[in-house]
């Protein structure tokens, strides 16, 4: 496992040394230089899983990148894959996708590296697919943020599969919307909602979770069919289809968050909703307040006197 578990450190050390390794490119064309790097990758590494597919322009392509061992260790943990996408690279602001999976201590990857252009679902479909051939998986749980391109994917591609919405993906997302609505009161209410189905229901009362999420999502769906015609046509799109991956009613309370995969560098994320700034403390910071200061400050006092 720590064969794949990046720490902080490490990734800091990678972006303080990207001058150094794009002098290294075989080309100053990021593709062929790519294109040179795989290829010799699969040289040395035949049992990875490299493809490099495209056109002559490199208006469409695909390149997935796992290495053998992860073959292994994707077996070993009873915990869903997560599928992100996060920095852009090379040109045209290609996303870079990845297959990951979350334990209590650590963000475990690379599983898979994958690049589609165009960024269809059927593409990163494709990769998926692909992906779980060569470790000779079939998963039942996914989890994601809550892009519907990531999420038609494994709809199509893996239908007997449940995918879980990262609670905070929905409500950044959800905080990011106000322009749809002509009533500030009816966007607040529509993210408290949104807020309460995703997050802060009470999951241990079967029937209680049930009644309420049903009047919280009546409530919703009313206020915004009868009041705000912009908000709905989003809503339709984005959240009705896809209730099932991101109310707590379906997905369950467990895997509310990926948020664990977003604290590299140490960073709190921070949203700003209503005016309000809003902090996510991770459990390591709490540790830190309740546990471990205390304990150090006991120690100093008993030192004193």
Known sequence: MKLFAQSTDALKH??????????????????TSLEAFLNNLQEECPDDLVQFDYNGDFSEFTIIYAPFAAKELVHSIDNPLHVDSTHSLIKGKIQLFAVTMKTSQNTIFPFCYFLVNPQTSEKIQECLVKFCEFAHLDPQHWSADCALNIARAIEDGFP???????????????????????????FENFYLAMDFLTLRADATNAEKLAEESDETYEFLTTMLEEEEPRALK??????RRTKEHWMMLYRGEGDSTNNIAESHFHQLKQTFFLGKKNERIDDIVITLITVVIPMRLLKFKSLMF
């Open 14 to 31: 990678k972006f303080y040394r990207l001058d150094e390794i794009i002098a290294q490119r075989l080309s100053n064309d990021p593709y």
């Open 160 to 186: 007997l599969a449940q995918l879980s919405w990262c609670a905070v993906h929905v409500l950044r997302a959800c905080a990011k919307v106000g322009s749809y609505f002509d009533n500030p009161q009816n």
């Open 234 to 239: 989003y809503f339709d799109k984005q959240w």
